[in-house]
């Protein structure tokens, strides 16, 4: 059974730091691109950041773009999200999935920013 | 940046057929955009529906299908059930990946 099980969120300062991270099982990580989607209190979904099956290639939304870093271990089949720089409207449930194509999901991890 | 628009909201009765769009400010949706389609009901996660364009997942209901209609993209419910209820999302590929602002469904 396919499965993704995000960890690592918390309540985080301005400015602060948190390494987010996606723990894969069920199949075999190096064969999938993957993402990172957020979705604020009452909003909408907004996506994050991607990367390739052997970790070459990432694609950023500008909103994030020298701030996060998406990253994986594929040895240990898991999937991160380093956060830089957190602002008040970082708050959000993050998500991981898998991406070619788009199908599982994990139940998201929140993140909240403020003082 | 591409601004990928659904209609807010829309309202069906039990049994009927309903059609969710997703357009793109940059012009017509097309295939080369990957459209997907997701289903999020309250306090859970987003569920995949339907990949590039027409789709379906292993677990994807036969009532729904996706397709391109008048330069959009667009999810078609047939037969509707209460338990469609629920925010349904597309998503487009334009260098990045964007998506739709949601439409909530109704089954009234």
């Known amino acids: 059974e396919v499965q993704l099980v995000e960890s690592g969120g918390g309540l985080v300062q301005p400015g602060g730091s948190l390494r987010l991270s996606c723990a894969a099982s069920?199949?075999?990580?190096?064969?999938?691109?993957m993402s990172w989607v957020r979705q604020a209190p009452g909003k909408g979904l907004e996506w994050l950041a991607d990367?390739?099956?052997?970790?070459?290639?990432?694609h950023y939304v500008d909103s994030v773009r020298g701030r996060f870093t998406i990253s994986r271990d594929n040895a240990k089949n898991l999937l991160y999200l380093q956060m830089n720089s957190l602002r008040a409207e970082d708050t959000a449930v993050y998500y991981c999935?898998?991406?070619?194509?788009?199908?599982?999901w994990g139940q998201g991890t929140l993140v909240t920013v403020s003082s | 940046q591409t601004v990928v628009t659904q209609e807010p909201s829309l309202t069906v009765s039990p049994g009927g057929t309903v059609t969710l769009t997703c357009a793109s400010s940059t012009g017509a949706v097309t295939s080369d955009s990957y459209p997907n389609w997701f289903q999020q009901k309250p306090g859970q996660a987003p569920r995949a529906l339907i990949y590039s364009t027409t789709s379906k997942h292993s677990w994807t209901p036969a009532r729904f299908s996706g397709s391109l209609l008048g330069g959009k993209a667009a999810l078609t419910l047939s037969d509707v059930q209460p338990e469609d209820e629920a925010e349904y999302y597309c998503l487009l590929y334009y260098d990045n990946w964007v998506f739709g602002g949601g439409t909530k469904l109704t089954v009234l």
């Open positions: 999935a898998r991406w070619s194509p788009i199908d599982y």
């Open positions: 990367i390739k099956q052997d970790g070459t290639k990432e």
């Open positions: 069920g199949f075999t990580l190096s064969h999938y691109w």
